[in-house]
């Protein structure tokens, strides 16, 4: 097996640091400021919330609850479509999909509906080294083939270079040989290069903060997490954590009577992996056979552990560097992903298990109390540990809110000036957002309130 580090890489890093070093030069003119909050935005790709902060007791996700603990924690947050591309260029923009133009994969904003600013290339013009680890804008023609550099990157947008074997045959079946399938525990030595993406984008991001702590810049780091995105190819030890014995179906798994078709979404994603379609299940409502649906879902969760533990290094890190004083960290996913539920898979559809998203916000000395020296906020935690208990949240809101509103929020907690409200239309304005700004509820007594936003929905 090849090292997983390869020379290429090591150059692409060199290339990197250096890039890095010329923007600190640019990005010190621009902003003085050495108060600036820095910012952590952690994506993950069709998470729900199926997390033990969220009430979820089956899924064990200790780093992330850690998190949601010192965090402010949105019980009601939804994506504005369940597709990726759609969701992350709405999200990133602040403009709703109607906005955008883009409800798929193939076209670009800022050709076919406005030169919209993003959130990191405001953070970018205010001063900040803006950087993107991992899948952050969906790659490909919604992001113009480069994650939309150079308007929002200080420097090339870092992607490992396992991921290109995601879709290939890295999976080893019953019968010994290697097929493209849905279910994909694996041996991480086994695979090629040895490593998985997900922890060559922990590693780099952990890389980028070490060099970003001697910065005199802020920094606004945006990290983006395959897992769970179908495959679920994951280490196969994490399958351990969920026995398929302890595994439930849906509490809902049939289709509803009368259900229109246009609300159905018929998963082919999924049907298109070698173990699916061994199964010949019929188009367009299935059903799966009930104990592969027990192997989805124990996958899902098994997948969402092991997102768990790169998290949890991350964060870990973080504190290691001393950054956890000063650096706001915001968690969500692009959108949710059905597990039977209706009869459902995937995402695709506008039923709740496949837009709700999990959305917290942790703000040092606001949501929680400062570290105090040699204290960690975010110690690793195993979520192979029986012994480790439920995290509760720190701070909850149940008000229903949207994706949309992560710019003007992001953007008011770091004390930057918030993007004002947009005009309808809007398609002839660079910079504006359609979000609502969530700092009413924080309740802090030094940000001024929205002046656009209303009482409750």
Known sequence: MPPPRTGRGL????????????????????NSTTDALNVLLIIVDDLRPSLGCYGDKLVRSPNIDQLASHSLLFQNAFAQQAVCAPSRVSFLTGRRPDTTRLYDFNSYWRVHAGNFSTIPQYFKEN?????????????????????DSPYSWSFPPYHPSSEKYENTKTCRGPDGELHANLLCPVDVLDVPEGTLPDKQSTEQAIRLLEKMKTSASPFFLAVGY??????????????KLYPL????????????????????NPWMDIRQREDVQALNISVPYGPIPVDFQRKIRQSYFASVSYL????????SALDDLQLA?????????????????HGEWAKYSNFDVATHVPLMFYVPGRTASLPEAGEKLF???????????????????MDLVELVSLFPTLAGLAGLQVPPRCPVP???????????NLLKHFRFRDLEEDPYLPGKP
């Open 11 to 30: 150059l692409w890093l060199g290339l990197v640091l250096s890039s890095v070093c010329v923007a600190l030069g640019s990005e010190t003119q621009a």
């Open 127 to 147: 001063g900040y080294v803006t950087m993107s680890v991992g899948k952050v804008f969906h790659p490909g023609i919604s992001s113009n083939h480069t994650d």
């Open 226 to 239: 395959h897992k769970p995105h179908i495959p679920f190819r994951y280490p196969k030890e994490f399958q």
């Open 245 to 264: 014995e302890n595994i439930t179906l849906a509490p809902d798994p049939e289709v509803p009577d009368g259900l229109p078709p246009v609300a159905y």
């Open 308 to 315: 768990d533990t790169q998290v949890g290094r991350l964060l």
């Open 325 to 341: 004083n000063s650096t706001i960290i915001a968690f969500t996913s692009d959108h949710g992903w059905a597990l039977g539920e």
């Open 379 to 397: 110690p690793y935690l195993d979520p192979f540990d029986s012994a480790s208990q439920l995290m509760e949240p720190g701070r909850q809101s």
């Open 426 to 436: 809007s398609f002839h304005v660079e910079l504006c957002r359609e979000g609502k």
